[in-house]
Every structure is written in structure tokens, then in C-alpha cells.
């Protein structure tokens, strides 16, 4: 008599354990690098925001400078005001800018110099309004009218704000012929969220680099402009 004998085969508790283990690995590898795709992502529109905007602002105060009468900086009660620590105006003749900086934007309470509009609650990040009288510059306090007036960086899932804000010109930078002048202007634009940025030799503003608390390498992106405008092009 024979006997036949039935031997079922199957997977064991170590071999399971095994297979689970490189299961989880396996997963945990895809997710991280979900993760870091989705880093990488935030971070490129971050970018891509400050540089949109930046180089629209850049573009449009020489458009609108080039398109107003030489103005004269050695007299700015007319035309331009700075507060370093608050925010600025600067007046064409045709179109004033008005704008906080991040700082001030992040203080609380409310320095009583920040620019604001009249009869509105909305921040003032950097704002053109229709201002052929200067009006804006010659009394820095008067609020803005919301009626007419735009704000540049009012847009986008980024806070961005203006950092800082110079713009110069010399004696020699007025062409005697055709009476052209050239300003110089530079600014830096960026994120500005909570402690993630900080002041640098002087005036310059950097984002915290990831050894610092509070830093943010995902989402800050500060960048520095600096262009020439000139006045003169065209009628006002």
C-alpha cells in the first residue's frame, strides 16, 4: 500500500515580516518623495511670484517715470518720502507710489505713519494711485483714496511686500540737450512671513538661513532689483 503524502506550502513568520518590512520601506520612500516633489513645487511659484512681480514693478515705474517730466529729487518734500522703518512715497507728476514695508506690516500695533487707505480696512503693500498734484507727497500723512488707486502686489497666494526702497539721481544725470534725467532705483521685494526674514549689513534683507529659528526655506524668497529710469520720454 502506498501512501501519498499532501504537503501544502506556504509563506513562513519571518518571510512575512520580511515582505512587510520592505512593503513599509517601500512606502515610506514613495511618500517622502511625494513630499519633496511638493517642496520643490511650493517653493518654484514662491520663486517664480517674486520674480513676476518684481519685474513688473520694475517695468512699471520706468514706464511711468518715462513717460512724466524730469522731477527733482534735491527738493522731495514734493516728491519722494522715506521712513526706513515704516514705508515711502514717491510722486511723478502723474502717478504716485505708496507703499509699507514688511516690517511695519508685521509690527503691531500699527505705527500711526503707515500708509492706509481712507474708509478701508485692506494693507497697503504698494499701491499706484492717479495723482497728477503730487497731493500724496506733499502731506505724507494724507490717506489714500481706495477710489482709482491700485495695489501692485494685493495678488497671489504669497504675501509679498517691499523690504526696502531707494532711488537717487545726481547733477550729472540730467542730459543738458535734451533735458532727460536718469534715476537710479533700487528695491527688494519678497515673502514675508512671520520671522522668516531679517535685516543685514545695514539696509539689506536676507531670508534666515535654516540654522536660524524661525527660518523658512520652503516659502521666503527675497530678491533685489535695480534699474535706471528715465524722464523725459514723453508728454505727461
Known amino acids: 500500500m502506498s501512501h501519498v503524502v499532501n504537503r501544502q506550502s506556504g509563506f513562513t513568520l519571518v518571510e512575512l515580516m520580511l515582505a512587510m518590512g520592505f512593503v ?3 512606502l515610506l520612500a514613495i511618500a517622502m518623495t511625494v513630499i519633496q516633489i511638493g517642496n520643490i513645487y511650493n517653493r518654484g511659484i514662491t520663486f517664480k511670484d517674486v520674480n513676476q512681480d518684481g519685474s513688473s514693478i520694475a517695468n512699471e515705474l520706468q ?19 522715506n521712513d526706513i522703518l515704516v514705508g515711502g512715497r514717491l510722486c511723478t507728476n502723474k502717478y504716485s507710489y505708496i507703499w509699507n514695508y514688511g516690517q511695519e506690516l508685521s509690527s503691531t500695533p500699527m505705527n500711526p505713519n503707515r500708509n492706509v487707505f481712507d474708509g478701508s480696512s485692506s494693507e497697503i503693500h504698494f499701491v499706484k494711485a492717479l495723482d497728477p498734484s503730487n497731493e500724496y507727497c506733499k502731506d505724507p500723512i494724507k490717506k489714500i483714496n481706495p477710489d482709482g488707486s491700485i495695489d501692485l502686489l494685493d495678488s497671489g497666494q504669497h504675501e509679498l511686500v517691499i523690504h526696502s526702497f531707494d532711488i537717487s539721481s545726481s547733477s550729472t544725470s540730467t542730459d543738458p540737450r535734451t533735458g532727460q534725467t536718469l534715476y537710479n532705483i533700487v528695491f527688494q521685494l519678497g515673502t514675508n512671513g512671520n520671522g522668516s526674514v531679517r535685516l543685514d549689513s545695514g539696509t539689506y534683507w536676507i531670508c534666515k538661513p535654516p540654522s536660524e529659528s524661525g527660518s523658512d526655506p520652503l516659502y521666503c524668497s527675497i530678491n533685489q532689483y535695480s534699474i535706471t529710469a528715465r524722464a523725459g520720454n514723453g508728454p505727461i
Request: aromatic share 14%.
Open 24 to 26: 513599509s520601506v517601500l
Open 63 to 81: 514706464n511711468s517715470i518715462g513717460q512724466t517730466v524730469p522731477f527733482d529729487l534735491t527738493s522731495p518734500d514734493d516728491y519722494y518720502h
